[in-house]
């Protein structure tokens, strides 16, 4: 395989840019007071991954790509309300920053289930990780007490619903500046029911 082969891929829902930025502007605060105990996610990337698939083949990406638009037909768009913020592995030892999606219409369990089916219809291996609809806004460097207290006291502001009609499939490059993710292919959803 040549070094050009492929490229590192998962799939996921965009999020509205007025949604990101509300997102974001919801945890400034804390992101200044914890700069250098987290690696936030720059605004541009954020999003609710529905699959990490890792380096995937040209000529994977193409099956994938067509499975994908076949599969998109049976789904409509899904509406969410933002939730509140939350952690992985766990409050003890945080790891992971996010906020929770709260699907309201759409089918999102289902979708998320049958791209799952897809991906591992390529010879991708299954998903370890229970799917759990939520943003990451930052990556732990450092365990300290104060990301625990600091994150803790996110509070998000109420965020109208927002619909999403579109899946993406993404290419990630990481650069020492961060990752970098580029669209390979939207699909896009049926529209409302």
């Known amino acids: 395989m040549s070094v050009q082969d492929g490229y590192r891929a998962f799939i996921a829902l ?13 945890v400034l ?12 996610v720059a605004l541009d990337n954020l ?8 380096h995937i083949s040209n000529s994977k990406s193409d099956l994938l790509r067509e499975k994908m638009r076949r599969l998109v037909q049976n789904y409509t768009d899904i509406s969410f309300n933002v939730g509140g913020v939350g952690v992985f592995p766990s409050w003890k030892e945080p ?5 929770g999606l709260i699907p309201v219409s759409g089918n999102l369990i289902q979708l998320q289930s049958d791209i ?23 990556r732990v460097k450092s365990i300290t007490p104060a990301v625990k207290r600091a994150w803790g006291k996110v509070i998000i502001p109420e965020i109208p619903s927002f619909s999403i009609s579109k899946v993406t499939l993404f290419k990630s490059s990481l650069l020492p500046s961060g990752a970098v993710y580029d669209k390979v292919e939207e699909f896009l959803l049926l529209g409302e029911s």
């Open 14 to 26: 965009n999020l509205p840019e007025d949604v990101k930025g509300l997102l974001y502007n919801s």
């Open 29 to 40: 605060p804390v992101m200044r007071e914890l700069k250098s105990e987290v690696k936030w």
């Open 47 to 54: 999003h609710l991954t529905l699959r990490f698939i890792g």
């Open 95 to 99: 790891r992971v920053l996010w906020v």
């Open 116 to 138: 799952e089916n897809v991906v591992q219809s390529l010879d991708f291996p299954p998903e370890r990780q229970r799917f759990h609809p939520h943003v990451t806004l930052g």
